[in-house]
């Protein structure tokens, strides 16, 4: 069910949206990064692609590369890979330090949607979402399942997010 006010919201809403694409994998190129192709395509048939980055799972490499995007006025930054809960995950911890803001209920509907999928593993997801200076920052697992879910889930509603992320 649609509220109103929100799909008023959503008709404000400017659809010149710009991303960026960061994937954190240790073993991963550009090459072999289907979850970072099917993000791009998403991405491209309603928004701008500004930058697309495979890097390392290292802290300091993330926080340089979503420093440069927010540097650039990338509105939505979207990470993939490295939510895990192994030793190299750095992916939450480095970005939930960064946020101004949380958006919880990307997680939690993540969350809940993975659930449905895939039952109770769905309970190591830390999926994750935010803004920092006014760049809204999605951080998801990077199998391209989740990516899919994950943009089930927030593709459409992007224009709204930026709207009220930059008021």
């Known amino acids: 069910m ?16 710009t991303c960026g694409i960061i994937t ?4 991963r190129s550009k090459k072999e990064d289907l ?13 701008s692609l500004k930058s697309r980055l495979v890097i390392k799972d290292e ?18 930054i979207l990470t993939n890979g490295g939510t895990g809960l192994s030793v190299r995950d750095i992916t939450v911890e480095t970005v939930e330090e960064l946020f ?3 958006i919880d209920g990307f997680g939690e509907i993540f969350r809940h949607e993975s659930y449905l999928e895939i039952g109770s593993g769905a309970l190591l997801s830390r999926a994750t979402a935010g803004v920092y200076k006014n760049s809204c920052i999605f951080s ?3 199998s391209p399942n989740a990516v899919k879910t994950a943009c089930k889930i927030i593709i459409d ?11």
């Open 140 to 142: 998801m697992p990077g």
């Open 59 to 76: 802290r300091q490499d993330l926080l340089d590369a979503i420093n440069k995007m927010v540097d650039e006025n990338i509105d939505v």
């Open 157 to 167: 509603e992007l224009p709204h997010i930026v709207h009220h992320a930059q008021k």
């Open 35 to 47: 979850s970072g192709d099917y993000l791009e395509s998403e991405i491209t048939e309603r928004y």
């Open 2 to 17: 649609e509220s109103k006010t929100t799909k008023e919201h959503q008709n404000a809403s400017s659809k010149d949206i």
């Open 100 to 102: 101004d803001k949380k």
């Open 24 to 27: 954190l994998s240790d073993s």
